[in-house]
Each structure stands twice: as C-alpha cells, then as structure tokens.
C-alpha cells in the first residue's frame, strides 16, 4: 500500500486498516494480548514494522492522518503515538495527545517528548493530565516527567508533585512513579535519597521503587543495600 499521501481520506484508512489486517502475525496475537492487556483487537504485528509504518506515513501529511482519528485496532495506536513523537509544535502536540485513544502501558510508553525550550509549557501539561480521571492520561502525565529526570531546576517540583500522589491506586500508574522513581536516583541520587528520608509515597509504590533501582545496573551495588532501608514491611508501621 502507498503510505506517503499528502491527504488522507476516510476511504484511504479503511484501505489502510486492510492492509494492517493483510499483514497480521497471528500467532504472536493471543501472547502481545496479554502482555499489552488491552481491550482492543490485536494483530500480533511486531513494533518495529510498526516504527517503519510509522516512517513511511511521516514521509507524506502524517497530521491528515492522525486527523482521521484512527483507532481500529491496537497497532492503530502504537503508529499514532510514534507519530505524534514527531509533532515539534506544541499546541499540535497537546491536540493529538488528547484524542489518542489509549487504554494500555504499551501506547502510553512509545510517547516520547522534547521539552527543551518548552520546559513551562509540558509541565503545565504533565500536572493536567496527573489530575485526569483516566488512568492511562495519568500515567502518560507521570511519563512526561521523565524528561525532567535531569534538569535541576525542576527536580524538587518533581518530588513536590509526587507527594500529591499517594491516594493513587491504579497499578499502571504507581508503576510509572516507581520507574521514574529510580531514573531520579541515577540522575540525582543526593536527592532522591534526601527525598525518601521523608517521602508520602504508598507503600506499594515505594516498594516497587526501591526494587527497579536493586533490579537496575545502573545503581551501584553499595546504593542497591543502601536503599533496602527505605522499604516498607507490611504490618511494621507502614502508611497503608
């Protein structure tokens, strides 16, 4: 199929959700389903075909389309998402961002985003979508803020922000604070120390935290028994 189009049209995507369809791998379908835990349909249609979809589509009018809003099947998605990566402009970005359809970790985690020069304005949406009923715009909210892992002015708002978080009960939320929670100790290891002599994490997440940083090469072995004080045993005193 021709991917490079400078227009894309209602009768363009049916084609396009066919010919995603034509090339289904459906033997990896039932496994990339439980993985994901989606409830959308899948294809079983490896990511990096996805990626070189993606780059074809990017080679025409890639925001025509992402304007059609197509959420067929979960691949649908992943493609979207590798696209809106490409989106430089902001206001365009947060448009696309709002109408992807996600209901899964996988979507959530392809979004990447540059915010060099942008620092205010993806913060802003970052504390938007950490206050969305939905769970995924939540853990797309946490995932912006790993490009804030390194930038010091902005890591003590990072642990400001998190202490909001500990009546948050969503599994594949708490896991994105915890994720990020361990790229704040390779990048800013004084302060993330500092930060859980007196955090207000859940336990759940602390927990889970303190074992991606021990499960990660890069903590050194010294820090991965350093922290196993911080963690929470059930039944001693914890906060849940």
């Known amino acids: 199929m021709e991917l490079n189009k400078e227009i894309w049209k209602n009768k363009d995507i049916e084609e396009f959700n066919k010919y995603l369809e034509s090339i289904k791998r459906p033997e990896k379908i039932e496994f990339a389903k439980r993985t994901i835990n989606t409830e959308m349909e899948v294809l079983g ?6 990626r070189k979809i993606s780059k074809e589509i990017s080679k025409g009018n890639y925001l025509s389309f992402l304007d059609s809003n197509n959420n067929r099947f979960y691949e649908n998605t992943i493609i979207n998402a590798c696209l809106i990566n490409l989106i430089k402009d902001f206001e365009q970005k ?11 970790w996988s979507t959530c985690d392809i979004l990447s985003f540059k915010i060099k020069g942008l620092e205010r304005e993806y913060w802003r949406l970052s504390e938007e979508y950490i206050k969305n009923k939905d769970l995924f715009k939540r853990r797309v909210g946490i995932r912006i803020l790993f490009s804030y892992k390194n930038n010091s002015e902005y890591v003590d708002k990072i642990f400001k922000l998190l202490d909001n978080l ?3 009960n969503e599994y594949y939320v708490n896991m994105a604070i915890a994720w990020l929670l361990c790229e704040l100790m390779i990048y800013n290891r004084d302060k993330t120390l ?3 002599e007196h955090h207000n994490l859940n336990d759940f997440t602390i927990n889970k935290a303190i074992s991606k940083c021990r499960d990660s090469f890069r903590v050194s072995k010294e820090d991965k028994e350093l922290l196993l004080k911080y963690k929470i045993s059930f039944g001693d005193g914890g906060k849940n």
């Open 45 to 50: 249609i490896p990511f990096p075909d996805l």
């Open 94 to 104: 947060k448009k696309n961002l709002n109408k992807l359809y996600i209901d899964n």
């Open 166 to 168: 500990y009546d948050e």
């Open 194 to 196: 500092k930060y859980l």
